[in-house]
């Protein structure tokens, strides 16, 4: 009995461990392409994110956009997404790849801002210093506000 159910269960899981769940799409992307793609969109969710203004200010939606410049329509990028995510290990190695390129970039990015901000503290170090200016303003061809305001009260007070 024990020997059945074991031969039961070993021809179960051969049955059941298909590889090849989901059908290829008839309009396959090729790997590269599709990590490319997945990698605009990954950049584009983050600007979501990060800067929503400017995703607010265009008139166009931006998915629409990334799956135009490569010329592919969403009906297709879905089913592709759906064909690739079916193969776990090759989907996780498309991810590592996105993963690496945005990691570059923003070394990169990284890098241009550090340069950035050395060249700003550089010019404001060889700045000259700006000396503060008197709160108290100094009476303009030597002539004394102070003395003539007295005499003014004086004549008045004669009057």
């Given at each position: 009995m024990k020997n059945c159910l074991v031969i039961l269960l070993v021809l179960f899981l051969s049955v059941s461990c298909k590889k090849n769940v989901i059908k290829q799409p008839a309009k396959l992307i090729e790997k590269e392409k599709?990590?490319?793609?997945?990698y605009d969109l990954s950049l584009l969710e983050a600007m979501k994110y990060q800067h929503q203004e400017l995703l607010?200010?265009?008139e166009t939606d931006p998915t629409k956009y990334i799956l135009k410049k490569y010329k592919v329509d969403s009906l297709q990028f879905a089913q592709n997404n759906?064909?690739?995510a079916?193969?776990?290990e090759n989907y996780k190695d498309m991810f590592d790849e996105v993963g690496k390129r945005l990691a570059k970039l923003q070394r990169d990015t990284d890098s241009i801002v550090t340069i950035e901000e050395k060249k700003a503290a550089k010019e404001a170090k060889n700045k000259p210093k700006e000396t503060p200016k008197d709160s108290i303003k100094k009476p303009a061809n030597g002539?004394?506000?102070d003395?003539?305001?007295r005499q003014m009260t004086?004549?008045?007070?004669?009057?």
């Open positions: 599709m990590i490319d793609i997945m607010d200010s265009t759906k064909y690739y079916a193969d776990y002539i004394n506000i003395s003539i305001r004086k004549n008045r007070a004669k009057q």
